[in-house]
Nanobody, 114 residues
Framework: QVHLVESGGGVVQSGGSLRLSCTVS????????MAWYRQTPGKFRDLIAS???????NYIDPVKERFTITRDNDKRTIYLQMNNLKPDDMATYFC????????WGPGTQVTVSS
């Protein structure tokens, strides 16, 4: 069974940076497209960044030029470097494989104070 554990969230001032990590257990991630999602209370969980098996990233417009998704297959970990954080980025962040049916991890909370 695949388990996902996100970490690295916290409280940061507007304009600050955080680096999120997501460690996967139960499988190697080499063959999977991976992604970061975020969710705020009462809203759907949105995919914000993905990275394919070749390392090519894709981002939604609101985070382009500010967020960077990377992967370390040997460590079974994906990362999300978040720079110039804004209050609108405040959410719980999750990782998963968009093309698979893995259970969700607990997420990691990001709070941005203005």
């Amino acid at each position: 069974q695949v388990h996902l554990v996100e970490s690295g969230g916290g409280v940061v001032q507007s304009g600050g940076s955080l680096r999120l990590s997501c460690t996967v257990s139960g499988t190697w991630i080499t063959i999977y497209r991976m992604a970061w999602y975020r969710q705020t209370p009462g809203k759907f969980r949105d995919l914000i960044a993905s990275i394919d098996t070749s390392g090519r990233p894709n981002y939604i417009d609101p985070v382009k030029e500010r967020f960077t998704i990377t992967r370390d297959n040997d460590k079974r970990t994906i990362y999300l470097q978040m720079n110039n954080l804004k209050p609108d980025d405040m959410a719980t962040y999750f990782c998963n494989a968009p093309d698979e049916s893995w259970s969700w991890g607990p997420g990691t909370q990001v709070t941005v104070s203005s």
